[in-house]
């Protein structure tokens, strides 16, 4: 039995299609006939999801099994409740220009949603848009023309109302949702868990390096788990994996965002989650977290677009010269040393149009940043991570655009003073139980947290040049323990 199931009320429904081995009923499903113990994605294609019917239960039940599925109990309850979503403006403009260049006259239009795409050009955001927040195979979705341009329902349709046109498009999207449907097994020995590791092969300054990601896949390998690097493109085919491990940088406004938090929705063990993503990306909200759970911080002041903010100020409260962040920077972007009025209102008139409020910290310059790499709570590697020369940051962004990264040293943790790694373990613990980087200054001789990354640096002869391969298996160990418990 392939690792991917189809399930259907009847076997007849599947005629229009190539014949597969993946196809089951609902009935047999069920029953647990045919069903091959490395199988691990349920596609659920019953006619119907209404409550207490077979349909129903076949999602109930794979959960249960342990199998992923599409559509799970809580899209079915979300879809049987009618619970709404909303699209932004830029998706309501999108919509609109499409109902005008199309000449839709009716109130209510409708648009057929295949695994997160449709036919209809110029849509393909929002059917991903809608998919993200109802997974399921076969949606239609009725949107008003007048006067908002939003959704006014979303249903799921049944695999054998669809017409011959819509069958062809149906199969092109199950084809690509899931390629896993028609390929041979991967090998005679089936791995115990699949995992996704998602990263952007253009990022200018990725968490992983090319030779830490293969680093990824060969350990993955070595401890029967299937891994497989996957990028943006690969939306469609989180569903297909047990866990996501994300190797791009975060952000809110990110599809890494959706990634996890689709992740988290469909029981798939991510790191970062979007908890953590949440917590570590924005510094005005870490700063606020520091602050009430006492951990020594830079002393910090929060500035306001709304505001009259004067250097003499600021300066008052922070010395000179003091630094000026946007919450969400990373890699240096957006953080600015200030010495004087000009270069103030120099950089508000940049920043304050990208965010409304700042913040502004205590210059503490020092020779390296310590970066305390955290994982379930206990300290993984230890760096140094040092100035660019002649240059008062980590990163130096030239105006030319050329960028230089100071050097590193990776220390073993034995050696790390142990206020060091005290603190990085207690800031860490503010945020979850996963993946940290945990950067700190020693400003007389006391630990002080600069910030926590929840998508640290793993570089290859960097962060691993301590531990080697073994800062891979702990990681995927990590991921396999937290299956483990899931499915225990």
């Known amino acids: 039995m ?23 009923t609902v009935s047999d499903y069920l029953k647990h006939k045919s069903i091959g113990k490395d199988t691990r994605l349920v596609i659920n294609l019953s006619n119907s999801y209404g409550y207490n019917s077979e349909g129903y239960y076949s999602s109930l039940l794979a959960q249960a099994r342990g199998h992923k599925v599409i559509p799970t109990i809580e899209i079915i309850n979300k879809l049987e409740t009618g619970t709404g979503i909303r699209m932004d403006r830029s998706l ?17 239009w409708h648009l057929n949603i295949y695994f997160g795409v449709c036919r209809e050009k110029g849509l393909e955001k929002i059917a991903r848009f809608i998919f993200d927040n109802y997974p399921c195979p076969i949606l239609q979705v009725g949107f008003n023309t007048r006067p908002k341009n939003q959704i006014e329902f979303v249903h799921s349709i049944p695999l054998n109302r669809l017409g011959d046109e819509e069958q062809d498009y149906f199969a092109e999207a199950l084809n690509n949702f899931s390629k896993k449907v028609w390929r041979s097994p991967r090998s005679a020995k089936s791995p115990r868990y699949s995992i996704a ?20 896949v060969e350990i993955s390998k070595r401890m029967n788990i299937y891994c497989e690097l996957i990028t ?10 047990d866990a996501l491990f994300i190797r791009t940088t975060t952000s809110l406004n990110h599809y890494t965002f959706n990634f996890s938090q689709r992740a988290m929705q469909n029981g798939i063990v991510v790191i970062d989650d979007p908890v953590s993503i949440i917590r570590c990306t924005n510094k005005v909200y870490l700063n606020e977290l520091l602050k009430k759970e006492n951990i020594p911080a830079p002393v ?12 003499k100020d600021i300066s008052a409260r922070l010395g000179s010269p003091f630094i000026v962040k946007i919450p969400d920077g990373s890699f240096s972007h957006g953080m600015k040393k200030i010495s004087n009025e000009h270069e103030l209102q120099e950089v508000f008139g940049v920043l304050f149009e990208k965010s409304a409020i700042l913040l502004a910290q205590e210059f503490l310059p020092t020779e390296f940043d310590w970066r305390i790499g955290i994982l379930n709570g206990e300290p993984l590697y230890a760096c140094k991570y040092y100035m660019v020369k002649g240059h008062w940051q980590i990163y130096y962004h030239a105006d030319n655009g050329k960028s230089r990264v100071g050097l590193v040293d990776t220390i073993p943790i034995y050696e790390v003073p142990p206020q ?6 207690k800031a860490a613990s503010l945020i979850g139980k996963g993946l940290y980087g945990v950067d700190l200054k020693v400003v007389n001789d006391k630990a002080v947290v600069i910030e926590i990354n929840d998508n640290p640096s793993i570089d290859h002869e960097v962060e691993d040049a301590i531990l080697g391969d073994e800062i891979y298996y702990r990681i995927i160990s990590h991921f396999v323990r937290s299956l483990e418990i899931k499915h225990y």
């Not at 499409?98 to 209510?108: L, M, P, R, V």
């Not at 943006?232 to 085919?237: F, I, S």
């Not at 060091?420 to 373990?425: D, L, N, R, V």
């Open 92 to 108: 309501q403009n999108m919509c609109y220009q499409w109902i005008q260049k199309h000449g839709i006259k009716d109130d209510i």
């Open 232 to 241: 943006e493109d690969d939306a469609m085919r989180l569903i297909e994996f």
């Open 420 to 425: 060091i790694i005290k603190t990085a373990i």
């Open 300 to 311: 910090s002041m929060l500035v306001f677009r709304s505001n009259e903010n004067s250097y």
């Open 197 to 216: 590791v998602l990263h952007d092969p253009n990022e200018k300054f990725p968490p992983s390096d090319k030779k830490a990601l293969n680093k990824f």
């Open 2 to 24: 392939n690792s991917v199931v189809v399930l259907l009320d009847d076997l007849n429904d599947w005629k229009p299609y190539y014949k597969t081995s993946s196809i089951l």
